[in-house]
């Protein structure tokens, strides 16, 4: 599957963002989806996922309450709806796809496929 991830941008702090990731290639709705995010000098970490199947969704600590992740089948794309943005949300967001029979999602490992990352800025 390809991703194709768009919706960066500059915000200011308290704003909002949302993010698009668009699929094409196999069967989108035979995936989770899930977001990364990736600060300079830092490793990849989890942001939040969507799972095949019952549509439960999962967050980072760090995110829960403030962003929100979704998905339309209909058309291969996944969201992830960002507000009351903070500095250090400041990031290259990455979205991603783990065939359904995976269970691990917050390692970046676990999942297969990537796209090529949008970059999200907020300013103090």
């Known amino acids: 599957v390809q991703l194709q991830a768009s919706g960066g941008g500059l915000v200011q702090a308290g704003g909002s963002l949302r993010l698009s990731c668009a699929a094409s290639?196999?069967?989108?709705?035979?995936?989770?989806m899930g977001w990364f995010r990736q600060a300079p000098g830092k490793e990849r970490q989890f942001v939040a996922t969507?799972?095949?199947?019952?549509?439960?969704?999962y967050y980072a600590d760090s995110v829960k309450g403030r962003f929100a992740i979704s998905r339309d089948n209909a058309k291969n794309t996944v969201y992830l709806q960002m507000s009351s943005l903070k500095p250090e949300d400041t990031a290259v967001y990455y979205c991603a796809a783990q065939h359904y029979s995976g269970s691990a999602y917050s390692a970046p490992s676990a999942y297969g496929y990537w796209g090529q990352g949008t970059l999200v800025t907020v300013s103090s």
């Open positions: 969507i799972r095949w199947g019952n549509g439960n969704t």
């Open positions: 290639g196999r069967t989108f709705s035979s995936y989770h």
